[in-house]
């Protein structure tokens, strides 16, 4: 089992608007469809954000999480996984609200301070549909993703100490992952570590083959190798190609529409299952079996969708 490959879907994110794309999931009923569909087509974990339904910009509210998140649970057995992340805009308060109720088997949790931007796409695009879109896209120039080493100890402390919740441990530097070995020293961090590594920011390590084997190879020398599951995200046209590779060195893979908007070059995907299905199609031929829902919690050490709030 230990060499099966946990897919995790991101259905929606914070960082793409509507404008965008078409197929980006804004009202609690299409992230609901979307993470169920996704799941159905073979996403061990669905990694969640919300959206205020009424123009599609991120939300941290917790009446709008729970009006799809115990959907997704009744409808699949599939980890749900709850953003820390937010938005660069979204107070740590704010940002914690609904995983502090939720109390959920895992969230995600940013290593790290960062730049983090996509302004430059603003540059690409005419006509918006909301007014908010712009200033939102063009505004990140000039914001920082916040997330201190007191902000990080807190995190661990109130959720995964208090709560039992395990951590999709987001690395977007090199630096990251020394901060999550300095946490795993301190008696914060416990095995397995769930580290999923982002390529293709701006702001943060470029999409290059060099630098996955780099960290792979640091995570290697920090964990050792029984002592995290090493998983892969590429943003943008880079999703495919570094989830192959990753796959190839024995990762794990990230797919969803808050990675990329697209399957293929010129391609919108129509969906999240679409390019869940995809990365399977590339695992088959790479005579990889995918891990199912029950496996992912076994590998991860998870505490159970029944010992959760929702």
């Not at 804004?26 to 087509?41: G, R």
């Not at 599609?56 to 998140?69: L, M, N, Q, Y």
Request: proline residues 5%; glycine residues 8%; contains cysteine.
């Amino acid at each position: 089992m230990s060499d099966k490959v946990i897919i995790s879907c991101a259905v929606t994110g914070s960082v793409h608007t509507p404008t965008m794309s078409p197929y980006l999931a804004i009202t609690p009923e299409q992230i609901a469809e979307q993470a169920i569909e996704a799941a159905e087509a073979g996403a061990a974990i669905l990694h969640l954000h919300a959206r205020d339904p009424a123009d599609g910009r991120p939300t941290p509210d917790p009446k709008v999480f729970d009006r799809f998140v115990p959907r997704i649970k009744a409808a699949t057995d599939a980890v749900i996984n709850i953003t820390t992340g937010g938005s660069t805009r979204m107070t740590l308060a704010e940002r914690l609200a609904y995983p502090l109720q939720a109390a959920p088997e895992m969230c995600s949790l940013n290593m790290g301070s960062m730049n983090f931007t996509i302004h430059p796409v603003a540059r690409k695009i005419a006509n918006w549909q909301h007014e908010w879109e712009k200033p939102y896209v063009e505004g990140m120039e000039d914001l920082i993703f916040r997330n201190t080493f007191a902000d990080i100890k807190h995190i661990l402390q109130v959720l995964g100490r208090e709560r039992g919740t395990r951590f999709e441990f987001e690395c977007y530097d090199m630096g990251h992952l020394y901060t999550l070995a300095h946490f795993r020293d301190e008696g914060l961090i416990e095995g397995p570590i769930f580290l999923q590594c982002i390529f293709g920011i701006l702001g943060g390590l470029g999409a290059d083959p060099e630098n996955l084997v780099a960290m792979r190879t640091t995570a290697d020398r920090l964990f050792g190798r029984d002592g995290y599951r090493f998983s892969v995200l590429g943003a943008g046209r880079h999703q495919m190609p570094l989830l192959t590779m990753a796959a190839v060195m024995g990762g794990n893979v990230r797919v969803g529409l808050e990675d990329s908007l697209y399957l293929g070059k010129g391609q919108l995907a129509s969906s999240c299952a679409e390019q869940v299905r995809k990365i399977r199609r590339v695992l088959d031929e790479l005579s990889l079996e995918v891990a199912t829902p029950a496996e992912a919690r076994a590998l991860l050490a998870l505490k159970g969708a029944d010992a959760v709030n929702f």
